[in-house]
Structures are given as structure tokens and as C-alpha cells.
Nanobody, 123 residues
Framework: QEQLVESGGGLVQPGASLRLSCAAS????????MGWFRQAPGKDREFVAT???????YYADSVKGRFSISRDDAKNTLYLQMNTLLSEDSAVYYC?????????????????WGQGTQVTVSS
């Protein structure tokens, strides 16, 4: 059974950094596009970052220059390095895997999802 498990969330102050991890099991996701999404209370789930098989990356404008997505296919793990965190970055962060080829920004194109990890940025 395929499973994605996020970790690394927490409570941090504005300006701090966090690194989220997403450990995959049950299948090799090395050929999949991988992505991060987030959902704040009362808001729709929104795209954060994606990395296609082969390494190209794409980011939401709101995180560009602050967040960095990476993957270690040998470990079947996806990462999201988040720097200079802002209060508006507070949300539950989800990782996801997509069979769609390319840079995938639409949540509807993702086939597997993790359960989410909470990130709270507050002073």
C-alpha cells in the first residue's frame, strides 16, 4: 500500500526556517512528479512547489526565493526547505505524488497524498 508521511512541521517565529520531509513507502516514486501543497483554516488547498522527474522545479509566487523543493529518489523522500517564514505561511502542508509527466501544479492531477504536517509561524 502506497503511503506518504510528512514530518518536520512545528511552531516557529517569523524569519525562521523549517525543513519538511515526506517519506514514501509502498512504491518507488522516482518516476513521479512530486509536489507540496498547503491549506490554511478557511482557505482552499493551494499549490506551493513541484519537482518533476528529472529535477525541474516550479514554485508559487508567494514562496519563490524562500522555499526550495528537493528529492532523494534513493531514499524515496521529498523535502521542502522553507526559509524566512512569514505568518501567512502558517498552514497544514501536504506532499503528493503524480503520475502526470511534467511540472504539476493542479491538486486534481495528484494521485497520492500524505496526511499533512502543521506549520505555524507566530511570534
Amino acid at each position: 500500500q502506497e503511503q506518504l508521511v510528512e514530518s518536520g512541521g512545528g511552531l516557529v517565529q517569523p524569519g525562521a526556517s523549517l525543513r519538511l520531509s515526506c517519506a514514501a513507502s509502498g512504491r518507488r516514486f522516482s518516476g513521479y512528479a512530486m509536489g507540496w501543497f498547503r491549506q490554511a483554516p478557511g482557505k482552499d488547498r493551494e499549490f506551493v512547489a513541484t519537482m518533476r522527474y528529472g529535477g525541474d522545479e516550479y514554485y508559487a509566487d508567494s514562496v519563490k526565493g524562500r522555499f526550495s523543493i528537493s528529492r532523494d529518489d534513493a531514499k524515496n523522500t521529498l523535502y521542502l526547505q522553507m526559509n524566512t517564514l512569514l505568518s501567512e505561511d502558517s498552514a497544514v502542508y501536504y506532499c503528493a505524488a503524480s503520475r502526470t509527466v511534467g511540472l504539476v501544479t493542479d491538486a486534481r492531477d495528484y494521485d497520492f497524498w500524505g496526511q499533512g504536517t502543521q506549520v505555524t509561524v507566530s511570534s
